[in-house]
T-cell receptor, first 112, second 114 residues
């Protein structure tokens, strides 16, 4: 079945460091791909999305490119801030199921 | 435009009891999906409702049931609560326009079963 695999955390960085969180997926057909962020004690917020191969999603300095050849959707940010500390989830919707399939989440801790 | 809202925010129940969680979808959205997020894990799909009908279900037992109302708001009902039902329950709304669009989440209801 369809699945999403994320790099294990926690990821600990200093402020202004470069961030990469790896995400790979397995899916039949052509899924839409998403990154959601969850701040402590809150629900999920959509961070960015891409709906077809080679699309780049971007928001708040974060970027991710839909790579069909490597089935990947890695999240990047050039300079992280303490306020970026949260749990990041990679997810996909495929076929006509309408359900989001999530990775296990990656915790990011940014230290001043 | 209001976002997705859920009630209550927190709930404590005992094993064997029943619980109803509520969700109001974002304005203009006709589809509601429910997810269960256990501590430290990613959300797991419970089911989805579109035009008041169940439109897909995950691997959850029948004691998890739902409703969608004509105004597109929704309820999640869980009967015979078990300790493992303790989790954050997330509702997400979206537009079903023939293809599945982005889902927007509410803040969740945190359920503790003792």
């Amino acid at each position: 079945g369809d699945s999403v695999t994320q790099m294990e955390g926690p990821v600990t960085l200093s402020e202004e460091a470069f961030l990469t969180i790896n995400c790979t997926y397995t899916a039949t057909g052509y899924p839409s791909l998403f990154w959601y962020v969850q701040y402590p004690g809150e629900g999920l917020q959509l961070l960015l999305k891409a709906t077809k191969a080679d699309d780049k999603g971007s928001n708040k300095g974060f970027e991710a490119t839909y790579r069909k050849e490597t089935t990947s959707f890695h999240l990047e940010k050039g300079s992280v801030q303490v306020s970026d500390s949260a749990v990041y989830f990679c997810a996909l919707i495929s076929g006509n199921t309408g359900k989001l399939i999530f990775g296990q989440g990656t915790t990011l801790q940014v230290k001043p | 435009e209001t976002g997705v809202t859920q009630s209550p925010t927190h709930l404590i129940k005992t094993r064997g009891q029943q619980v109803t969680l509520r969700c109001s979808s974002q304005s203009g959205h006709n589809t509601v999906s429910w997810y269960q997020q256990a501590l430290g894990q990613g959300p797991q799909f419970i089911f989805q409702y579109y035009r008041e009908e169940e439109n897909g279900r995950g691997n959850f037992p029948p004691r998890f049931s739902g409703l969608q109302f004509p105004n597109y708001s929704s309820e999640l009902n869980v009967n015979a609560l078990e300790l493992d039902d303790s989790a954050l329950y997330l509702c997400a709304s979206s537009i079903n326009s023939g293809r599945f669009e982005t889902q927007y989440f509410g803040p969740g209801t945190r359920l503790l079963v003792l």
